[in-house]
């Protein structure tokens, strides 16, 4: 079965981590571009981090930028977001995203994406 199921998510204080992974199971994450977006409530969905699996190139949004890193183990078909200094306003529910790429391109818009996985909520609060 051709799925990615995320885990990792939980409630956190603020300045605090948590890692997300991001499994893919079903297909091998080569020439793909991984995607993690997250939704808070009432707002829009937004693309927070991208990786393409070949290249290994990476996109951070500019509210996460120097705090979160992505990185992919291909070993274990795995795709990692580590959080660092949460804040607030990062509680959401993260999803984890992918699509096939030709060279290495990364897409940053959800709607080009056409496998998601089912969401790990991150809450910070103290």
């Keep these: 079965q051709v799925q990615l199921v995320e885990s990792g998510g939980g409630l956190v204080q603020p300045g605090g981590s948590l890692r997300l992974s991001c499994a893919a199971s079903g297909f091998v994450l080569d020439y793909y571009v991984i995607g993690w977006f997250r939704q808070a ?3 829009e969905r937004e693309g927070v981090s991208f990786i393409s699996s070949s290249k290994n190139t990476t996109y951070y949004v500019a509210s ?4 979160f890193t992505i990185s992919i183990d291909n070993a274990k078909n795995t ?4 959080m660092n200094s ?3 306003e990062d509680t959401a529910v993260y999803y984890c995203a992918t699509r ?9 818009q959800s709607y080009e994406y056409d496998l998601w996985g089912q ?8």
Excluded at 100 to 108: E, F, K, V
């Design 64 to 67: 996460v930028k120097g705090r």
């Design 79 to 82: 795709v990692y977001l580590q």
């Design 119 to 126: 969401g790990t909520q991150v809450t910070v609060s103290s």
């Design 86 to 88: 949460l804040k607030p």
């Design 41 to 43: 409530p009432g707002k």
């Design 100 to 108: 096939r790429t030709r060279l290495g391109y990364l897409y940053l």
